[in-house]
């Protein structure tokens, strides 16, 4: 007569009746359900982590990328007529529409910078002048978005587009008239005066990153350069291609193409610290939340040798009546294989709604405390959101079944291993 196959129905019959089998019937129903719950709030916050990391680099590099260049082009210094050092790019139409013919880039947009002080009744803020075409602007995503902007870009070229928070800062808005100050003014025989403007906000952005709303505004490329004495030149190039993640691979190619003082400075050398940061503390947590799934499995170990002890008979009969080492070695693995999947399942599926609806959950927090649980202030960014990945919840899920499943080998072997007569010697 064969043998029945590894994991045959009544293994895990078997299993399934010493999983539900109460104390009193000599199981361990209580140490099942800490074992059950351990596991479930264990997988439910490494995945809720991994999401809550993926979902902030995701919103920080979107925020980089949708209010910034892939890549700046500017000129190496040289000294002009008057001995200064100058990087201004004085054929600034022919290099950006060399560098727009590059295989991959969106857009080359010369661009006037500054620094300005703007005034706005008693309110006073530095602001970094950003001088682009109206043409340039409107293909800024985290800028020209009418969803979280207000005013109306078409009216760029009889004003400025100001920051969110810069605004909030000086308490203007859409209509009002700001005044910005440059030091860099008209020059005289008595040197140079400031040079003062006023110009009325036609539009406030929020770009979703408090550095950049609390500094940044930008104005007419022309106006730009007759403001700050950048008359016929610009000071650099923001260039945008359809693949950032890839921009050191484009960055010889668009160096030939700007010309021989070229220099390039791209959006992964800006952030890119604070990148190579965030994979480090990735690393970590995993590591953290990983520690924290071995310890709820490791209460699969006492519920099982606690069966085991209390099953001693059964396993004494079940060998007698001609069952093998390697199936009682099989039913208590998957006694409690059986209490580590479930889990994962649960664990997953608890983990997966919170990722869902963190938002709501984060809102309804900050409400209960009062507000600040999350300040853009501080953090750099409005919101942390959560974001689901595929990977991230696989590997969460194989970490869960390998330790709870390599966990039960332990217990399981030594009931496969029990001697039956000296289990049935005193029944």
Not at 85 to 94: A, F, G, K, M, N
Not at 104 to 133: C, S, W, Y
Not at 195 to 205: A, D, L
Not at 399 to 405: K, N
């Amino acid at each position: 007569m064969a043998s029945p196959a590894p994991f045959s129905k009544y293994e895990f019959l078997i299993a399934w009746r010493y999983l539900r089998a109460k104390r009193a019937e000599g199981g361990v129903s209580v140490m099942t359900w800490i074992s059950l719950i351990g596991i479930t709030l264990a997988v439910a916050a490494l995945i809720i982590t991994l999401a809550v990391r993926s979902g902030f680099r995701d919103e920080f590099v979107t925020t980089i990328l949708g209010a910034n260049a892939h890549v700046t082009i500017y000129n190496s210094a040289i000294r002009d007529e008057n001995g200064r050092l100058t990087r201004s790019i004085p054929d600034y139409t022919d290099v950006a529409a060399e560098l727009a013919a590059v295989e991959g880039v969106v857009r080359a947009a010369p661009l006037v910078k500054g620094q300005v002080m703007a005034v706005f009744r008693d309110q006073n803020t530095g602001l970094e002048i950003h001088g682009i075409g109206a043409d340039d602007l409107a293909q800024i995503p985290r800028v020209a978005d009418p969803a979280t902007g207000i005013g109306d870009l078409a009216n760029f070229a009889q004003g400025v587009s100001i920051g969110r928070e810069a605004a909030r800062s000086l308490g203007i808005s859409v209509g009002d008239v700001v005044r910005l100050i440059s030091p860099n003014g008209v020059r005289t025989a008595f040197g140079t005066s400031p040079r003062v403007g006023e110009y009325q906000v036609v539009h406030i952005f929020n770009s979703g990153r408090y550095d950049i709303d609390r500094t940044r505004a930008y104005m007419p490329f022309t106006e730009a350069q007759a403001f700050f004495n950048r008359d016929g030149v610009a000071d650099e190039i923001d260039v945008t291609v359809t693949e950032p993640e890839a921009i050191n691979e484009m960055v010889p190619t668009l160096l030939a193409a700007a010309g021989d003082r070229a220099l390039a400075w791209t959006w992964q050398d800006s952030a890119g610290g604070f990148l190579r940061a965030l994979e480090v503390e990735d690393t970590v947590m995993f590591v953290l939340m990983s520690v924290l799934v071995l310890i709820a499995s490791m209460n699969i170990i006492s519920g099982l040798v606690m069966l085991v002890k209390n099953k001693g008979r059964d396993i004494g009969i079940l060998r007698t009546i001609g069952l093998t080492e390697g199936a009682i070695l099989r039913v208590f693995f998957l006694t409690g294989a059986l209490v580590g999947t479930i889990g994962t399942i649960l664990g997953v599926v608890l983990g997966c709604l919170f990722a869902i609806y963190f938002d709501a959950i984060l809102a309804f927090v900050n409400g209960a405390a009062g507000g600040g649980v999350w300040d853009g202030a501080v953090r750099g960014i409005y919101r942390l959101p959560a974001k689901l990945e595929a990977g991230d919840v696989l590997s969460a899920v194989a970490l869960s079944l390998f330790l709870s499943w390599g966990i039960t080998l332990l217990p399981a072997r030594r009931a496969a291993r029990m001697n039956p007569v000296e289990a049935l010697r005193y029944e």
